[in-house]
C-alpha cells in the first residue's frame, strides 16, 4: 500500500519561512517524479512544484518561482519543499504527489499517488 505522509505544515507570519517534507512508502522512491500540489478554500487545486526522479530537473508554478524549492532524497524516500518569503496567498492545504512516470508532473492528470494535505496559514 502506498503511503505520501506530509508534515511541516503550521501558523507562519507572511514573509518567514516554512519546510514541508513528505515521507513515501510502498513504492520503489527513485522511480517516481514527486510533486506539491495546494487547494485553497474555495479553490481547485493547482499545481505548485516537481522534481523528477533524479533530482535533476525541477519546475515551478509562476506564483512560487523564486521563492520555493523542491529537493528530494531517495535514500530516505523524502521529497521536501522549502518555502521563503511567504503571502497570505499561500495559505492552502498542500498536497504530496507521487508521478506517473519519472519525468515531471505537469498537472494533476500526471498524479498517480496523493498524500492527504498539510495546512499551511500565512497571516498578515
Known amino acids: 500500500q502506498v503511503q505520501l505522509v506530509e508534515s511541516g505544515g503550521g501558523l507562519v507570519q507572511a514573509g518567514g519561512s516554512l519546510r514541508f517534507s513528505c515521507v513515501a512508502s510502498?513504492?520503489?522512491?527513485?522511480?517516481?517524479?514527486m510533486g506539491w500540489f495546494r487547494q485553497a478554500p474555495g479553490k481547485e487545486r493547482e499545481f505548485v512544484a516537481t522534481i523528477n526522479w533524479s533530482g535533476d530537473y525541477t519546475y515551478y508554478a509562476d506564483s512560487v518561482k523564486g521563492r520555493f524549492t523542491i529537493s528530494r532524497d531517495n535514500a530516505k524516500n523524502t521529497v521536501y519543499l522549502h518555502m521563503d518569503s511567504l503571502k497570505p496567498e499561500d495559505t492552502a492545504v498542500y498536497f504530496c504527489?507521487?508521478?506517473?512516470?519519472?519525468?515531471?508532473?505537469?498537472?494533476?492528470?500526471?498524479?498517480?499517488?496523493w498524500g492527504k494535505g498539510t495546512l499551511v496559514t500565512v497571516s498578515s
Open positions: 504527489a507521487a508521478g506517473a512516470n519519472t519525468g515531471l508532473i505537469r498537472s494533476r492528470d500526471g498524479v498517480k499517488y
Open positions: 510502498g513504492l520503489t522512491f527513485s522511480g517516481y517524479a
